[in-house]
């Protein structure tokens, strides 16, 4: 049971690249979030799905996208990556019926 | 939106209980509290949760006051591996509206 996955781990962009940061996980949850944290700050909510073909915004939206084609995963794409998107990305999922959110171990992102 | 505040720092003595407080003055009836926890830079871990009674799992206690508007993680025997910053978080939920507000926690560092 590997619990919630990311791909990649890390990676470097140039700026106005683009890119696509999958969360996969096998608990059959329904719910799954998209988290940027930057140094020092709390974790601050992207976007989320609350099941499959299923996408919200969340606190800070803006030069993402998400897709929720297959309950398992949840993709986090940057058409136009750009330095201010530099951060370390957290997926996380939850059972719809439990209370309990699973994280992944992040995904450290650096825009040059 | 239902905020919480926490202190940015604290220090702890090893083998002494470790008391993190957290107010959360405008959460409604039916939110959650939350409590997670972020060592290093890894994903966040779950702790505990709980609505209004008290609760206690093998990793710690959470004490709610009965007017529900702050709360406090209790690890009883602290040790040098629970050095971490500890988030309390009110979990939203409206109708498939879900959010959770991260605040930027509380910075524990036991001391040897």
């Known amino acids: 049971n590997a619990g919630v996955t990311q791909t990649p781990k890390f990676r470097v962009l140039k700026t106005g690249q683009s890119m696509t940061l999958l969360c996969a996980q096998d608990?059959?949850?329904?719910?799954m979030y998209w988290y940027r944290q930057d140094p020092g700050m709390g974790l601050r909510l992207i976007h989320y799905?609350?099941?499959?073909?299923?996408?919200a915004k969340g606190e800070v939206p803006d030069g993402y996208n998400v897709s929720r084609l297959k309950k398992q995963n949840f993709l986090l794409g940057l058409e136009s990556a750009a330095p201010s998107q530099t951060s370390v990305y957290f997926c996380?999922?939850?059972?719809?019926?439990?209370?309990?959110?699973?994280f992944g171990e992040g995904s450290w992102l650096t825009v040059v | 939106d239902a905020k919480t505040t926490q202190p940015p720092s604290m220090d702890c003595a090893e083998g002494r209980a470790a008391n993190l407080p957290c107010n959360h003055s405008?959460?409604?009836?039916?939110?959650?509290v939350y409590w997670y926890r972020q060592i290093h830079s890894q994903g966040p871990q779950y702790i505990i949760h709980?609505?209004?009674n008290n609760e206690t799992n093998e990793m710690a206690s959470l004490i709610i006051t009965e007017d529900r508007k702050s709360s406090t993680l209790i690890l009883p025997h602290a040790t040098l591996r629970d050095t971490a910053v500890y988030y309390c978080?009110?979990?939203?939920?409206?109708?498939?509206?879900?959010?959770?507000?991260f605040g930027t926690g509380t910075r524990l560092t036991i001391i040897p």
């Open positions: 996380a999922s939850r059972k719809r019926t439990g209370n309990t959110i699973y």
């Open positions: 608990m059959n949850h329904e719910y």
């Open positions: 799905s609350v099941g499959e073909g299923t996408t």
């Open positions: 405008t959460i409604s009836g039916n939110e959650y």
């Open positions: 709980g609505l209004k």
């Open positions: 978080i009110v979990r939203e939920s409206n109708f498939g509206n879900e959010k959770l507000t």
